[in-house]
């Protein structure tokens, strides 16, 4: 496996059925940024972009998602930046660190979307269109592993 140290970012409206390594898709209109894990495992890492998820700055050159992007859920466990679209690598958590920060991500997003925030059905049909788009993608991915054998 071959770490990936730069990002290009493709502005996009509906994610490519083909993921391609070393790019960064970003939909706006869902609110959605997709790429391959960067240690190089091959993994789908998606990143909504919300207030309480990621945010992505765009600076006429190059991409940077807040917070890092920590693939707990696997195997690799990767955990790295994306600044600027250079991949700055980060250390590995411990299992308690992992659960602190989900349940610090949990009771963030409860505290959010209990407040009387203007944006909050805004967040909620962005939210609502990220699970469509999640579903197309679990359906694509199991037409694709039906039709061709490929997981």
Known sequence: MKRIGQLTHRFVEFIPDVIEEGILYVS????????????????????????T???LIFDGRGITLDPSIGNWSFPCQSHYWILRGTVR??????????EAGRRSDRDAKQKYFKS???????????????????RGL??????????????
Do not use: F, N
């Open 28 to 51: 706006m209109q869902y609110a959605t940024a997709i790429h391959r894990c960067c240690c190089g495992c091959g993994s789908e890492v998606v990143t909504p972009l919300s207030p």
């Open 53 to 55: 998820d990621w945010t």
């Open 89 to 98: 690598w980060s250390g590995r958590w411990s299992r308690s660190r992992i």
């Open 116 to 134: 009387d925030t203007p944006l909050g059905p805004v967040i909620s049909e962005s939210e609502s269109k990220l699970r469509k788009l999640l």
């Open 138 to 151: 679990k359906t694509r991915s199991r037409s694709k592993t039906k039709t061709t054998g490929e997981r």
